[in-house]
Nanobody
Framework: QVQLVESGGGLVQPGGSLRLSCAASGTIGSIADMGWYRQAPGKERELVITLGNDGSRNDGDSVKGRFTISRDNGKNTVYLQMNSLKPEDTAVYYC???????????????WGKGTLVTVSS
Protein backbone atom coordinates (compact mmCIF):
# COMPACT_ATOMS: atom_id res chain seq x y z
CA GLN A 1 0.00 0.00 0.00
CA VAL A 2 1.16 3.50 -0.86
CA GLN A 3 -0.13 6.62 0.83
CA LEU A 4 0.36 10.34 0.21
CA VAL A 5 -0.31 12.78 3.04
CA GLU A 6 -0.37 16.53 2.53
CA SER A 7 0.13 19.13 5.23
CA GLY A 8 0.59 22.86 5.59
CA GLY A 9 -2.68 24.27 4.31
CA GLY A 10 -4.57 27.03 6.07
CA LEU A 11 -5.70 30.63 5.94
CA VAL A 12 -3.33 33.29 4.65
CA GLN A 13 -3.76 36.93 3.70
CA PRO A 14 -3.33 38.14 0.12
CA GLY A 15 0.34 38.69 -0.64
CA GLY A 16 1.37 36.16 1.97
CA SER A 17 3.24 32.87 1.71
CA LEU A 18 2.54 29.30 2.60
CA ARG A 19 4.48 26.05 2.30
CA LEU A 20 2.83 22.72 1.64
CA SER A 21 4.40 19.33 2.17
CA CYS A 22 3.48 15.91 0.85
CA ALA A 23 5.05 12.73 2.17
CA ALA A 24 4.76 9.38 0.43
CA SER A 25 4.90 6.23 2.51
CA GLY A 26 4.34 2.51 2.17
CA THR A 27 5.78 -0.13 -0.11
CA ILE A 28 7.67 2.27 -2.39
CA GLY A 29 10.13 0.97 -4.92
CA SER A 30 10.78 4.21 -6.75
CA ILE A 31 9.11 7.55 -7.48
CA ALA A 32 9.10 9.36 -10.80
CA ASP A 33 7.17 12.65 -11.01
CA MET A 34 5.82 14.33 -7.88
CA GLY A 35 3.70 17.42 -7.93
CA TRP A 36 0.69 19.45 -7.05
CA TYR A 37 -2.73 20.07 -8.50
CA ARG A 38 -5.56 22.18 -7.17
CA GLN A 39 -9.31 22.41 -7.39
CA ALA A 40 -11.19 25.59 -6.62
CA PRO A 41 -14.92 25.54 -5.79
CA GLY A 42 -16.96 24.97 -8.92
CA LYS A 43 -13.90 24.43 -11.09
CA GLU A 44 -12.03 21.47 -12.52
CA ARG A 45 -8.80 20.22 -11.02
CA GLU A 46 -5.81 21.93 -12.62
CA LEU A 47 -2.08 21.53 -12.74
CA VAL A 48 -0.08 23.66 -10.32
CA ILE A 49 3.44 22.35 -10.74
CA THR A 50 5.29 19.04 -11.04
CA LEU A 51 8.90 17.96 -10.66
CA GLY A 52 10.49 14.85 -12.12
CA ASN A 53 13.30 12.96 -10.47
CA ASP A 54 15.44 14.14 -13.37
CA GLY A 55 14.78 17.76 -12.37
CA SER A 56 12.30 18.48 -15.15
CA ARG A 57 9.50 20.86 -14.20
CA ASN A 58 6.05 21.57 -15.52
CA ASP A 59 4.42 24.79 -14.27
CA GLY A 60 0.80 25.79 -14.54
CA ASP A 61 0.34 29.17 -16.20
CA SER A 62 -1.41 30.75 -13.23
CA VAL A 63 1.45 30.21 -10.78
CA LYS A 64 4.58 30.86 -12.85
CA GLY A 65 7.01 33.06 -10.99
CA ARG A 66 5.14 32.77 -7.68
CA PHE A 67 5.23 29.09 -6.73
CA THR A 68 8.25 26.82 -6.53
CA ILE A 69 8.57 23.09 -6.02
CA SER A 70 11.27 21.01 -4.42
CA ARG A 71 11.63 17.44 -3.27
CA ASP A 72 13.63 15.43 -0.78
CA ASN A 73 14.05 12.03 -2.38
CA GLY A 74 15.50 10.55 0.79
CA LYS A 75 12.26 11.40 2.60
CA ASN A 76 9.94 10.74 -0.37
CA THR A 77 8.59 14.23 0.20
CA VAL A 78 7.68 17.06 -2.13
CA TYR A 79 7.22 20.68 -1.10
CA LEU A 80 5.29 23.57 -2.60
CA GLN A 81 6.41 27.07 -1.67
CA MET A 82 3.67 29.54 -2.49
CA ASN A 83 4.48 33.24 -2.51
CA SER A 84 2.51 36.36 -3.41
CA LEU A 85 -0.72 34.49 -2.83
CA LYS A 86 -3.92 35.81 -4.36
CA PRO A 87 -7.56 35.15 -3.47
CA GLU A 88 -7.88 33.19 -6.72
CA ASP A 89 -5.30 30.73 -5.37
CA THR A 90 -7.93 29.54 -2.89
CA ALA A 91 -8.45 25.84 -3.53
CA VAL A 92 -7.92 22.35 -2.24
CA TYR A 93 -4.36 21.40 -3.13
CA TYR A 94 -3.68 17.78 -4.01
CA CYS A 95 -0.38 15.98 -4.12
CA UNK A 96 0.20 13.47 -6.91
CA UNK A 97 3.07 11.05 -7.38
CA UNK A 98 3.99 8.40 -9.93
CA UNK A 99 5.13 5.49 -7.81
CA UNK A 100 6.35 2.00 -8.53
CA UNK A 101 5.52 -0.25 -5.60
CA UNK A 102 8.09 -2.68 -4.32
CA UNK A 103 8.10 -5.81 -6.46
CA UNK A 104 6.09 -4.24 -9.28
CA UNK A 105 7.51 -3.28 -12.69
CA UNK A 106 4.84 -0.65 -13.26
CA UNK A 107 4.32 2.93 -12.15
CA UNK A 108 0.90 4.10 -10.99
CA UNK A 109 -0.50 7.50 -10.08
CA UNK A 110 -1.33 8.09 -6.44
CA TRP A 111 -3.18 11.06 -4.98
CA GLY A 112 -3.35 12.57 -1.54
CA LYS A 113 -6.65 13.58 0.05
CA GLY A 114 -5.90 17.27 -0.31
CA THR A 115 -5.27 20.24 1.93
CA LEU A 116 -7.31 23.45 1.85
CA VAL A 117 -5.61 26.76 1.17
CA THR A 118 -7.70 29.88 1.71
CA VAL A 119 -6.38 33.28 0.69
CA SER A 120 -8.48 36.00 2.24
CA SER A 121 -8.21 39.16 4.26
Amino acid sequence: QVQLVESGGGLVQPGGSLRLSCAASGTIGSIADMGWYRQAPGKERELVITLGNDGSRNDGDSVKGRFTISRDNGKNTVYLQMNSLKPEDTAVYYCKAEIRSTGSPYFANYWGKGTLVTVSS
